[in-house]
């Protein structure tokens, strides 16, 4: 059985206690959510360590947002995998939609990027999506198809067990706008069957598909109730403690 996964991406908000003290309100309430659902923080590089001190030991993991291409070295400004290992994380994201449109982000540096992560012992939260024009021009699945394999062809059966793919449709991205759970079903449905293509059935089956984009209490329920969505990534209602748990009791 894949894993149901929420995981909070806090971008560039919050300064370092306002951080910590949103880690808090999520370890003291995450006793609420069923022990089968993992919860994920990723947190803004200079926030990794206190709020590492702070999820020690409980059930929420520790994400970064990205990760260096390079293992280590002069790269003014980049940090590496293995500074992410050392402040205790266990995830970071890779390819999010923001990264690609403002920063430049390819896919051979992704492939790179993964490379790293999974050879440091980092599990990998890729994300993939397609954006307004592309969804309306009718170009969606091969949009997401394509990402997905362009990344994820490049690896193993054995490194699928580390890797989650996020599901964000661009439009949906801090705009309001969520697509409707029959739009999220059958792009999960579809980059499942990609993921099958390559690796076989089971390895389909077991990796955990999530949804993101404008995910919140009042509409979690319907996409996760969908066979193909095993839990989101969240955005803005991340950064309210009682929203991010209120999804994660939405299974
Ligand atoms: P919002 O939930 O703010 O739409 O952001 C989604 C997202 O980009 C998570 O990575």
Redesign the pocket.
Known sequence: MRKKIVAG?WKMNTIVPEGVELAKAVVAKSAEVPAEVGLVVAAPFTHLAPVAAVVKGTRVALSAQNCADKEKGAYTGEVSVDMLKSVDCEYT?LG???RRQYYGETDAKLVEKTRLALAAGLKVIL?VGENLDEREAGKHFQVVSDQTKAVLYNFSAEDMKNIVV?Y?PVW????GKTATAEQAEEIHACIRKVLAEKFGAQVADDTTILY????KPSNAKELFAMPDIDGG?????ALKADDFIGIALSF
């Open positions: 991406n994201i999010h939609s923001e994300c996020a964000e949906a991205i801090g705009t993101g984009g404008s995910c990534l969240i955005g803005g209602a």
